[in-house]
């Protein structure tokens, strides 16, 4: 690679975390602005919004609606995903193909129309609108991601494992709480925090399956119509400062795991 390629190379990557993180940046910086017009220039400084924002019994009520959503949604998701994924990685049978196709299929469908879907069949099966609906559409939304991580891990599993196992007198059930959820750990525990993001983001979903309580998109969608307000900048930077924890945790634990400490 020449000096001029490398050069390109290191512009072209400042331009695009410019181009992701400035906005999330600016989101920060209005949420210190000591005046409710969301704007420059700054004139003084203040932390009295964070406050204001635990003390808004709607903004903490979302948020804990949208955390319960996203967790119940995410353990069922690893859990359908997982039985699926062990179905598509053993033998080879008739209708294989078919039952992936249909797995993946939730990612492939425009939002929108996923959302009228769920919204539809909801009614024709009786679910009213509220945690269980979002909770059943956010679970079937994010299994696709589970099954495709964990397809993934599965094709790296030595046989040879197994095989030892039995021979050593374990049952499947043994084998597979043993030998496969230790091999799969790092690929449930990615696949599950990917999930928790997109749950707990999901806003189309849960505004078309969502009853009188709202989830915290929904909530800031509604607050939205009257324009930006320094709550809504300082809760969107309580969320990022949750998953930037989230990925750091994340990032220690597989250190840990790879060292044999876990």
């Not at 494992?161 to 230790?182: K, M, N, Q, S, W």
């Amino acid at each position: 690679m020449t000096r001029f390629t490398r050069t390109l190379t290191s512009v072209a990557y400042a331009a695009f975390l410019i181009y992701v993180f400035l906005p999330m940046l600016l989101v920060v910086i209005m949420s210190f602005k000591d005046s409710r017009f969301t704007g420059f220039p700054i004139k003084s400084w203040t932390l009295a919004w964070y406050p204001e924002v635990f003390q808004n019994v709607e903004i903490v009520t979302a948020l804990g609606y949208s955390t319960v959503i996203a967790i119940t949604s995410t353990v069922a998701a690893l859990f359908i995903g997982t039985w699926i994924s062990l179905l598509l990685s053993g033998r080879k049978f008739v209708g294989r193909t078919i039952i992936f196709g249909l797995t993946i299929l939730p990612t492939l469908i425009p939002g929108i129309i996923s959302a009228v879907a769920f919204r539809i069949y909801a009614k024709i099966l009786g679910i009213e609108p509220g945690m269980f609906a979002i909770i059943w559409a956010h679970t079937i939304h994010n299994i696709p991601f589970v099954v495709l991580v964990l397809v993934g891990r599965l094709s790296t599993l030595p046989k040879n494992y197994g095989e030892a196992a039995c021979d050593l007198g374990a049952d499947p059930l043994v084998t597979f709480f043993r030998i496969t959820v230790p091999y799969l750990r790092p690929a449930l525990l990615g696949a599950g925090i990917f999930c928790l993001l997109v749950s707990f983001d999901d806003f189309i979903r849960s505004f078309f399956l969502g009853g009188y309580q709202p989830t915290l998109p929904v909530y800031i969608f509604t607050k939205l119509k009257s324009g930006m307000s320094p709550e809504i900048n300082a809760i969107s930077t309580i969320v990022l400062v949750m998953t930037a924890v989230v990925g750091i945790w994340a990032e220690r634990f597989m250190r840990r795991m790879k060292k044999g400490s876990v």
